[in-house]
């Protein structure tokens, strides 16, 4: 495996989000120039009152999307360790989607091209926005070593059930 | 450019018939949205437009009535969101723009359409889903008479994820006239008691998905600017992030005496449990918790478990907290968050049904309720019977009956059953044209509302919209028809500079702050005021009598740091002709032609000359 | 001279305006603070909203310097 060195991460803490979702209007606003929240990389679910769930792209490190895509759309920024979409080769089979462990890269009408998280080249928005706001519920770490980060990966309903049972029961 | 194109909204709603089942398209044009907004001002020009030939004879509860559910233009783009709820209201007969909080209202503009006007009514049980550009009216046979609670994983079940959605509970589907329009569990819109109009079309919800983009704003660099400006205001209101709405209920009870206790007998208490330190140490699972956008996050979700039965509500918010709390004798605080909850999960406005359960308890004390009308004792702070009644409520069961049609006409009714005077049972009751008063007194003056604030009100008791001195200034109602028109939270809202420069940033309009207080504002409230003064079909408001604070606040406070406040009616009086001057409405309240045609609205005349004429006042 | 020009029930107790003499330069929310507590007025700075003359919020780095008259309202109304 290659190393992450210089690699970035954003580390989620459930218990501080909010549910407010302005990570989504962030990263829309910047990768789309308008506010479309079905477009936006990071997805938060809300199963339950109180107990919201943001869920994206981990950059997994066997990265099961790149390996996935039959035309070679998807490859690795190895600066940031994001993947990156090549728009002029997705063909929007979804295979990315199927291979990935959370379902995570997004389908979008009106867009040509498979949406995955990106770091925004290694200052994300997402996390500018949250930290804005004073939430401080996403932060920019180092990417840590290894696979326990593809727990974050896990489908949303799967990480819903195992957060939020610890809360409410 | 401004009119020929709308910046901000897309210029057209969904319209559901569901009588015949049709849905088309109804066009808003960019004059109209420049005259009236959106949002409560939209909702009140298209009520007018489509019912206002016969106002009077519409009945809230029947087909004929319409249900907006709208959008503004800081819909989206301005932190924090509010989705308009109006139609004739079963309150005041009248016009009021309730809110609510919900991911509707930015999902229905990612639909492509900026709301909904619904109409008619569906004979069996039905529940609209949009999807983008598609509407279905959906069979809801199987989710009519579920709680709020079970309706939301039923629905997700059904559609296999989480959708925004508003909806209403038991309470709603019984007619009962204080239903609110229910979203996210612990949200209402419950001025106006349109969740008994939602029932009345057998409408369970309205569920939305938008995949698409909110509509192109007119001036994007500044919008970026000023909403970076607002989030950072707006995020250092850190004490009201920390307690939220909750911590009003220790210090406007205890700081300003202006909470209601015991039906608002007294204004003051100084029970340290309702002190919002203590609360969220005791039982606050999530804090903080936010709604769409939002970067003040003001909620909370709070847990407690009675008799092995857990209960989620939220901080609870202040209205609850001390509707359910203070003004039932309930110093709990684990009881009234359990009320709170309940409340929430039959659908039930906790302000007006605190309200009028505060009546029927001070009924019972009086003697003029019996056990034989109960089937029970009623007593303040008794959780078992205060949970039984607020079911009676819901279900229309026994004395629920009569208290489900609302303070007002429940006292009414009262009377009649008792044979006395109307006026006997109403002097307990605390509320102005129909809408139970929101949990801010005015007798200490210490709080913010001011004498004329209900009495003046458009939307009576309404405290999200009350009316004050000077009309050209944030204390006028004006205001709050221009937040409830835009649609914000309040919340989030900052100075009127501010709210009007992000408004043109987002629409491309030149508004002024003398346009907003000498013309829109003035529009929008002079259009409701007619329709509340036709009002019916059972109710006629008289101005003369019904322009004025409930019995109860002239008497004297009798507890707490401003005991023997109260106000003076001559101050009222004086404050309320002045109120009208500045609107261009005459002695009695009622507007002049001068000021409708000012106004563009002189297709009212004629309605304006029937009601000058019946008060006999030429 | 530095002019506070109260609104609602604030104007009530305490007057439509109240001129405070300031000899030198002092922080309008730390002044306008004061006042309240010196008055008993059960409100805390942070629930009300300070605006110049055209309706635009105040900085709270803001001094009796900066400007000579201000309005006070309240901040949230209602919840």
């Given amino acids: 495996m290659a190393s992450t060195q210089g690699q970035i991460w954003v580390l989620v803490d459930y218990s501080l989000c909010t549910g407010c979702r302005l990570c989504e209007i962030a990263c829309s606003l910047k990768h789309e120039g308008v506010i479309w929240p079905a477009a936006s990389r990071i997805t938060v679910y809300e199963d339950y009152p109180g107990c919201p769930v943001p869920h994206y792209c981990v950059q997994c490190p066997d990265y099961p999307c790149v390996s996935a895509c039959p035309t070679k759309a998807l490859k690795v920024d190895q600066n940031t360790g994001a993947v990156l ?10 295979s990315c989607v199927q291979a990935c462990p959370g379902r995570v890269p997004k389908v979008v009408k009106g867009k040509q091209y498979v949406l995955i998280c990106d770091l925004c080249g290694g200052d994300p928005a997402c996390v500018k926005e949250c930290t804005r706001a004073g939430y401080n519920a996403l932060r920019v770490i180092r990417k840590p070593q290894g696979t326990a980060i593809k727990h974050y990966a896990k489908p949303p309903e799967v990480v819903v059930r195992e957060v939020c049972s610890r809360v409410f029961g | 450019m401004g009119m020929v194109q709308t910046f901000g909204m897309w210029g057209r709603l969904l319209d559901v018939d569901l009588s015949s089942g049709k849905v088309a398209e109804m066009k808003v044009s960019p004059v109209t949205y420049r005259m009236f907004i959106g949002g409560r001002g939209l909702a009140a020009h298209i009520l007018w437009r489509e019912l206002g030939r016969r106002w009077r004879e519409v009945d809230p509860l029947g087909p004929e009535n319409i249900l907006t559910v709208l959008t503004g233009p800081l819909t ?3 932190p924090g969101i509010k989705l308009s709820i109006s139609g004739k209201s079963p309150q005041s007969g009248g016009v ?11 999902a229905i503009k990612a639909c492509g359409y900026d709301g909904l006007v619904i109409r008619g009514a569906s004979r069996d049980p039905v529940y609209i889903y949009v999807r983008d550009g598609d509407v279905e009216v959906r069979d809801a046979s199987r989710l009519w008479g579920m709680r709020g609670v079970d309706l939301i994983k039923a629905l997700r079940s059904e559609l296999g994820r989480d959708a925004p959605s508003i909806y209403i509970g038991p309470a ?3 007619l009962v006239r204080t239903a609110a329009v229910m979203a996210r569990w612990f949200h209402a819109a419950g001025y106006g008691g349109y969740g008994a109009v939602m029932g009345s079309k057998k409408l369970k919800a309205v569920v939305v998905e938008g995949s698409g983009p909110l509509p192109p704003v007119a001036n994007k660099d500044e919008f970026v600017k000023l909403r970076y400006e607002v989030i950072d205001r707006v995020a250092s209101r850190v004490t009201f992030r920390r307690w939220g709405t909750t911590s009003a209920i220790w210090r406007v009870g205890h700081d300003t005496s202006s909470e209601p206790v015991r039906n608002w007998q007294e204004e003051w208490h100084n029970k340290e449990e309702f002190n919002h330190v203590l609360i969220e140490w005791r039982y606050w699972a999530k804090n903080p918790w936010a709604d769409w956008s939002c970067p003040l996050a003001c909620m909370k979700v709070s847990k407690v478990g009675i008799g092995g039965v857990t209960y989620l509500s939220d901080g609870p918010d202040y209205e609850m907290g001390a509707y359910l709390g203070t003004n039932l004798g309930v110093f709990e605080v684990d009881k009234a968050i359990a009320l709170s909850a309940m409340a929430d999960d039959l659908g039930l406005c906790g302000i007006q049904t605190g309200n009028v359960m505060g009546l029927a308890v001070e009924l019972f004390e009086r003697g003029v309720l019996t056990r034989e009308n109960v089937g029970y004792d009623l007593r303040w702070g008794d959780f078992e019977g205060l949970r039984r009644l607020m079911e009676d409520i819901a279900y229309r069961r026994g004395v629920g009956r009569v208290l489900a049609e609302g303070t007002y006409r429940a006292a009414v009714e009262i009377a009649r059953m008792k044979g006395v005077d109307p006026g006997e049972v109403l002097k307990y009751a605390v509320q102005v044209k ?5 949990a801010h007194g005015i007798r200490s003056r210490k709080d913010y509302p001011q004498p004329i604030a209900y009495a003046a009100s458009v939307q009576g008791g309404d405290h999200t919209s009350v009316a004050g001195l000077p009309a050209n200034s944030e204390e006028s109602e004006s205001w709050s028809a221009f937040l409830d028109s835009a649609v914000v939270c309040s919340f ?9 420069r992000f408004t043109n940033a987002v629409t491309g309009w030149a508004l002024t702050k003398e346009e907003l207080y000498g013309v829109v504002g003035p529009r929008i409230l002079t259009l409701q005021r007619v329709m509340l003064l036709l009002g019916g079909p059972d109710v006629r408001w008289d101005p003369r009598k019904h322009d004025d604070n409930p019995p109860r606040f002239y008497e004297p406070l009798p507890s707490g740091p401003y005991a023997g406040s109260f106000v003076p009616r001559d101050e009222v009086r004086k404050n309320l002709e002045e109120y009208y001057k500045q609107l261009g409405w005459d002695e009695n309240g009622i507007p002049t032609e001068d000021t409708l045609k000012k106004l563009g609205l002189y297709d009212l005349a004629d309605a304006v000359r029937e009601i000058r004429r019946e008060l006999g006042a030429g | 001279m530095f002019c506070l020009q109260f609104y609602g029930n604030l104007a ?14 002092v922080s309008i929310y730390s002044i306008i603070e004061e006042l309240l507590r010196s008055k008993g007025e059960p409100i805390s700075v942070d629930e009300l909203l300070i605006t110049t003359a055209d309706g635009k919020q105040v900085e709270h780095e803001a001094t009796t310097c900066d400007l000579g008259e201000v309005r006070v309202l309240r901040l949230v109304r209602g919840g």
């Fill in chain 2, 76 to 78: 989206g783009y301005y």
């Fill in chain 3, 12 to 25: 009530h107790s305490l007057g439509r305006t109240l001129c405070l003499d300031v000899d030198r330069c």
């Fill in chain 2, 492 to 500: 989030t809202s900052t100075d009127e500079d501010m709210m009007i």
């Fill in chain 2, 172 to 174: 709603g589907e019984n």
């Fill in chain 2, 96 to 106: 009021v723009g309730s809110v609510v909080s919900s991911h509707v209202a930015y």
């Fill in chain 2, 434 to 438: 129909g809408v139970g008063i929101g």
């Fill in chain 1, 85 to 94: 979409v090549d728009t002029s080769l997705c063909t929007l089979c979804s």
